[in-house]
């Protein structure tokens, strides 16, 4: 019998599965298609369930108010550019006010990061001064470390986006 493909996407629902993520809030978008499919075709009962806001800043708002009320990382899911820059304001106030939460943005392709597009970010770039945490995922096989790392910073000391 055949092995099933599995992608970084599969990793990305598994880990934060077996964090005891409940809810993920985002906006879907071409970068993170395969995440929003995953999520919405869950192969756990326990994978968290996807709520889609209207912004990528009220969806950090909401993910927010979860580690407020839990004490534990809300999760924002977003697309590249636009939908990682449109998280700002939601981290800041999130890292300020001590509300863990644990924000994934798409990326172009490597190869695609230096043309001029608006797509086109350095997404950890834009987000460590303003979070605990900012890393790039550079391999699948370490998908589920960077999100354990992230996990811990925003639920660790002070508590703050990651």
Same mark, same amino acid.
């Given at each position: 019998?055949?092995?099933?493909?599995?992608?970084?996407?599969?990793? $990305?629902?598994?880990?934060?599965?077996?964090?005891?993520?409940?809810? /993920?809030?985002?906006?879907?978008?071409?970068?993170?298609?395969?995440?929003?499919?995953?999520?919405?075709?869950?192969?756990?009962?326990?994978?968290?369930?996807? $709520?889609?806001?209207?912004?990528?800043?009220?969806?950090?708002?909401?993910?927010?108010?979860?580690?407020?009320?839990?004490?534990?990382?809300?999760?924002?899911?977003?697309?590249?550019?636009?939908?990682?820059?449109?998280?700002?304001?939601?981290?800041?106030?999130?890292?300020?006010?001590?509300?863990? /939460?644990? =924000?994934?943005?798409?990326?172009?392709?490597?190869?695609?990061?230096?043309?001029?597009?608006?797509?086109?970010?350095?997404? =950890?770039?834009?987000?460590?001064?303003?979070?605990?945490?900012?890393?790039?995922?550079?391999?699948?096989?370490?998908?589920?470390?960077?999100?354990?790392?992230?996990?811990?910073?925003?639920?660790?000391?002070?508590?703050?986006?990651?």
């Amino acid at each position: 019998m055949a092995e099933e493909k599995r992608y970084g996407a599969d990793l $990305i629902v598994e880990s934060l599965t077996n964090h005891g993520i409940d809810y /993920v809030f985002g906006i879907p978008g071409a970068k993170i298609d395969r995440v929003f499919e995953s999520l919405e075709h869950p192969k756990s009962e326990k994978s968290p369930q996807l $709520i889609v806001a209207r912004h990528e800043q009220n969806a950090a708002f909401m993910a927010a108010g979860i580690g407020r009320l839990t004490g534990k990382p809300g999760v924002v899911l977003t697309t590249s550019g636009p939908g990682a820059s449109n998280l700002a304001t939601g981290l800041v106030t999130a890292t300020a006010e001590g509300d863990p /939460v644990l =924000a994934l943005s798409g990326q172009v392709k490597r190869a695609d990061l230096l043309r001029s597009s608006h797509q086109s970010m350095r997404n =950890a770039d834009l987000f460590a001064p303003i979070t605990k945490y900012a890393a790039e995922v550079q391999d699948p096989d370490n998908v589920s470390e960077i999100i354990a790392n992230a996990y811990q910073a925003a639920e660790s000391g002070k508590q703050g986006a990651s």
